[in-house]
């Protein structure tokens, strides 16, 4: 699996278009593949993106409007008909179990795989595992929505010079990780003498929500923000209505929370322009870029 890019596997907001379909968002990462907000059609996007759906190891729904959940139900058929081996995890708002629930058996069939359940019902750590630390925040859009933040664990990274120096080999630069120190030759030779921390990296999705400050705190420091921006300036008193942001609001929060990439998505069917969408936003903050079904994200150095 390629490691560490975004697919665009649709950018629309509730009502999809002759280019945009319902939102979804795949992160290929350490090897597993992170799978936001599934709309309507997401298995036949995969299709069309010429990426097989069993990549998909967590499932990710930030609330349980429509355009957000209805592909949830076909994703989890499809992997169970290709029959993965690996556990699928599904994250969502816990006071919407009920959803959940009417979405995973929508349909008859027989389940062969293992699927596990993280029903959010608050802020903060949702679960720590070997690769990831999954965080939630609540947002703004008048029913339950989450906002995550994906932080891969930080991981020791040797100097090869150094390594050579100290006359570390083989099996003992393992042994040197575990245990903190080795000696060679009569010399103690400490970790911290070979290696350096890389700090993982983050990356923040922010989907349906009214301009806050919760957003801002979930994206601090990101390497990527994924932040809807339904609307343009010129329609704000829309977005304020129907709580959620404009290009500009959601360059704010990527301003605000040091992020080095802004992703914006979720777009109103009546633009079909978006241009218009990254010209306002870069006004703010630069480094902004849209989302266009089918299109590679790679992840900033």
Same mark, same amino acid.
């Given at each position: 699996? *390629?490691?560490? +890019?975004?697919?665009?596997?649709?950018?629309?907001?509730?009502?999809?278009?002759?280019?945009?379909?319902?939102?979804?968002? &795949?992160?290929?990462?350490?090897?597993?593949?992170?799978? @936001?907000?599934?709309?309507?059609?997401?298995?036949?996007?995969?299709?069309?993106?010429?990426?097989?759906?069993?990549?998909?190891?967590?499932? !990710?729904?930030?609330? !349980?409007?429509?355009?957000?959940?209805?592909?949830?139900?076909?994703?989890?058929?499809?992997?169970? %008909?290709?029959?993965? +081996?690996?556990?699928?995890?599904?994250?969502? $708002? =816990?006071?919407?179990?009920?959803?959940?629930?009417?979405?995973?058996?929508?349909?008859?069939?027989?389940?062969?795989? +293992?699927?596990?359940?993280?029903?959010?019902?608050?802020?903060?750590?949702?679960?720590?595992?070997?690769? !990831?630390?999954?965080?939630?925040?609540? %947002?703004?859009?008048?029913?339950? *929505?989450?906002?995550?933040?994906?932080?891969?664990?930080?991981?020791?990274?040797?100097? =090869?010079?150094?390594?050579?120096?100290?006359?570390?080999?083989? $099996?003992?630069?393992? =042994?040197?990780?575990?245990?903190?120190?080795?000696?060679? +030759?009569?010399?103690?030779?400490?970790?911290?003498? #070979?290696?350096?921390?890389?700090?993982?990296?983050?990356?923040?999705? #922010?989907?349906?929500?009214?301009?806050?400050?919760?957003?801002?705190?979930?994206?601090?420091?990101?390497?990527? &923000?994924?932040?809807? *921006?339904?609307?343009?300036?010129?329609?704000?008193?829309?977005?304020?209505?129907? %709580?959620?942001?404009?290009? =500009?609001?959601?360059?704010?929060?990527?301003?605000?929370?040091? #992020?080095?990439?802004?992703? &914006?998505?979720?777009?109103?069917?009546?633009?079909?322009?978006? *241009? %218009? @969408?990254?010209?306002?936003?870069?006004?703010? @903050?630069?480094?902004?870029?849209?989302?266009?079904?089918?299109?590679?994200?790679? !992840?900033?150095?």
């Amino acid at each position: 699996m *390629s490691d560490k +890019d975004i697919i665009i596997l649709g950018s629309s907001s509730q009502q999809p278009t002759r280019k945009r379909n319902h939102g979804a968002y &795949l992160i290929r990462w350490n090897e597993e593949g992170l799978l @936001f907000d599934p709309g309507e059609g997401t298995q036949r996007q995969f299709i069309f993106a010429n990426i097989a759906p069993t990549c998909v190891n967590r499932i !990710f729904v930030s609330h !349980f409007h429509g355009d957000h959940c209805l592909g949830l139900g076909s994703m989890l058929m499809r992997l169970n %008909l290709d029959k993965v +081996d690996h556990t699928v995890h599904c994250y969502y $708002p =816990k006071s919407h179990q009920k959803n959940f629930d009417y979405l995973r058996h929508g349909c008859v069939y027989h389940q062969v795989i +293992d699927i596990k359940e993280h029903p959010v019902a608050k802020d903060g750590l949702v679960q720590k595992d070997d690769k !990831f630390i999954i965080e939630a925040n609540f %947002l703004e859009h008048g029913i339950d *929505s989450v906002g995550w933040r994906i932080t891969e664990k930080d991981r020791i990274k040797f100097d =090869k010079e150094k390594l050579k120096k100290f006359k570390v080999f083989g $099996p003992n630069v393992r =042994k040197l990780e575990e245990i903190g120190e080795i000696v060679i +030759d009569g010399k103690t030779i400490r970790l911290t003498d #070979v290696s350096w921390v890389r700090k993982g990296d983050a990356i923040a999705v #922010v989907l349906d929500t009214k301009y806050t400050e919760r957003a801002v705190d979930i994206a601090k420091d990101a390497k990527i &923000l994924i932040c809807e *921006s339904t609307f343009l300036e010129t329609e704000k008193e829309l977005a304020r209505k129907y %709580l959620h942001m404009t290009a =500009k609001e959601a360059a704010t929060v990527a301003k605000k929370a040091n #992020v080095q990439m802004l992703i &914006l998505t979720h777009f109103s069917a009546r633009y079909t322009d978006l *241009s %218009l @969408f990254e010209k306002e936003a870069r006004a703010v @903050f630069e480094n902004t870029y849209v989302a266009e079904d089918f299109k590679k994200i790679k !992840f900033p150095n």
